[in-house]
């Protein structure tokens, strides 16, 4: 077998950059979807290598097939220089690659250092040296910089963001060559996404090879040292250097310039729906906020800083130590969700998955979920709530083959709006969004931006919390920044980034 491997363009790749893996001619489907079309893409040592593209691309279903979970139709992969039978995924470990996919996979009921070592512990006989598999985990969270966290904990006990910090730490304890991470920054802030790519950069400094797959640009332009863009199951192009533009993967992605992703901020406001006066909580401290019909409030602020927290407060899942609310001038005292529902407020969850749908059943369920618990004394309910969410569908152009469809099938940005749509169907008045893009490509974050805007132009009171700055900044009329369990500013929508990261990353006594 040769060293040297032609490359999609047609270019010879010189030996001393021979592909560690080189995907050829690869063809996948699904029934009635073709998955993947002629797929061929070379992974060089020493480099990040993104890959960009909508949900249902082809990213992921090209990981599947090189961990072995899925086996091709088409084609052939060619590993270290051999023809690779990838049939399971032990295989693929075997032959040097991990992986760290876009769903959690941790053991709940076990530690983080068991998590960690999990299938590869360190032994003395049959019997795990304890100690030492604490420290070898304390060493490669500390790596990553999550060495605060405590390795003796139940994975249970993190937060999502420290649970990706495991599987992180996971696939460098395999020291595999090629690491792939799909997804692994989305629910970072801007301070843990800086320690993991200067992770990466360490580990392509030592000659391995990453792909690196996520839907956040500005990410991608930051890390990238080629980029690979999908678009129904192919590979449309490969940009390197100068040409790795946040403009030119969108106009390759969706044929749009990434100017028209958010819609204009103008709109009418009206009055003053949602008041918040010196909130306190376990975690939040004397917030006070305001948002106004028409208007969509930003909350930003690092991971930790309170947000979240804020809008579970907000809600009437954290109870109120002190401070008051009032909801369209009327004083309101929250103490469960269900109480701030009667008020008129919604709250679309961080992690759609185990919070906001329910996987197993179907879109109209989901989406009539909150609407039918107030109509089954009334007669031909079931039918009234099959009409609405038809046209909720309609309305909100989810994607799905029919109402019957399972929601856990569909891509993540058509599982948000069927959140969404789930409480349109009782029509709130303060609609409370925590990270409403968190895992969705680019084209489908740009339905989302359309909704959000025409909600708050339907007189909708909006507060949205967003990792991303770009979002934030493109969707507010107002930014409220976080930190330490405290509002620190307020900021008009026409603030700067480095602005709101000043506040977000100011120390105490600041």
């Not at 009635?32 to 993104?50: K, Q, T």
């Not at 070898?136 to 910089?145: C, F, Q, S, T, V």
């Not at 469809?405 to 599982?415: A, E, F, I, R």
């Not at 330490?484 to 506040?503: C, Q």
Request: hydrophobic residues 45%.
């Amino acid at each position: 077998m040769t060293s040297a491997f032609t490359s999609p363009a047609g270019a010879q790749l010189p030996p001393e950059r021979a592909a560690v893996v080189s995907v050829r001619n690869v063809s996948m489907s699904y029934p009635g979807v073709r998955a993947l079309r002629e797929v061929s893409i070379d992974i060089l040592p020493g480099e990040v290598h993104c890959w960009v593209g909508e949900n249902g691309a082809g990213k992921s279903t090209l990981i599947r097939v090189l961990a072995g979970a899925q086996q091709p139709e088409l084609g052939c992969i060619v590993v270290n220089g051999e023809l690779a039978e990838l049939s399971n995924p032990h295989v693929a470990i075997r032959m040097g690659m991990s992986f760290i996919l876009q769903e959690l996979s941790v053991v709940d009921g076990l530690s983080v250092a068991d998590n960690i070592l999990l299938g590869n512990e360190i032994k003395r006989g049959p019997s795990v040296r304890v100690a030492d598999t604490r420290a070898r985990a304390h060493e490669l969270l500390d790596r990553i910089g999550f060495g605060f966290v405590d390795v003796r904990l139940p994975v249970r006990a993190l937060s999502i963001a420290e649970k990706q910090a495991v599987m992180i730490a996971r696939a460098l304890h395999l020291d595999a060559k090629v690491l792939f991470l799909d997804e692994t920054t989305a629910t970072l802030d801007n301070e843990e996404v800086a320690r993991l790519f200067e992770v990466m950069r360490g580990l392509r400094a030592e000659g391995r090879s990453l792909v690196f797959v996520s839907h956040r640009l500005h990410e991608v332009e930051q890390i990238a040292d080629r980029v690979s863009v999908f678009k129904d199951g192919t590979i449309v192009a490969t940009l390197s250097g100068a040409e790795i533009t946040q403009s030119a993967m969108v106009r390759f992605m969706v044929g749009r310039d990434i100017g028209d992703m958010f819609p204009s901020k103008l709109r009418d406001k009206g009055e003053q729906v949602l008041v918040a006066r010196l909130l306190s909580t376990d975690s939040v401290h004397d917030v006070e906020l305001s948002v106004r019909r028409g208007e969509i409030l930003g909350i930003a602020g690092l991971v930790g800083s309170g947000r979240t927290e804020l809008l579970r407060a907000l809600f009437g899942l954290d109870p109120l130590r002190s401070g008051s609310l009032t909801v369209h001038g009327v004083p309101a005292v929250f103490r469960s969700p269900r109480d701030a529902i009667r008020s008129g407020l919604a709250l679309v969850p961080e992690d759609r998955r185990s919070q906001g749908i329910v996987a197993l059943r179907s879109v109209e369920e989901n989406v009539t979920l909150s609407w039918m618990t107030r109509q089954r004394r009334r007669l031909r309910w079931r039918a009234e709530g099959r009409r609405m969410a038809a046209d909720l569908v309609e309305e909100l152009r989810i994607k799905t083959p029919s109402l019957h469809q399972l929601v856990g099938l569909l891509s993540g940005g058509n599982q948000q709006k069927v959140v969404i749509a789930r409480w349109l169907s009782i029509r709130p008045d303060v609609l409370l969004l925590d990270e409403p893009t968190r895992g969705i490509d680019v084209g489908a974050k740009a339905e989302i931006y359309k909704l959000i805007d025409k909600l708050a132009r339907d007189g909708m009171a909006v507060v949205v919390v967003s990792s991303e700055l770009p979002e934030i900044l493109g969707l507010s009329n107002n930014v409220l920044v976080m930190h330490g369990g405290r509002a620190v500013a307020h900021l008009s929508g026409d603030t700067s980034e480095e602005e709101i990261i000043r506040f977000a990353m100011a120390t105490e006594g600041n």
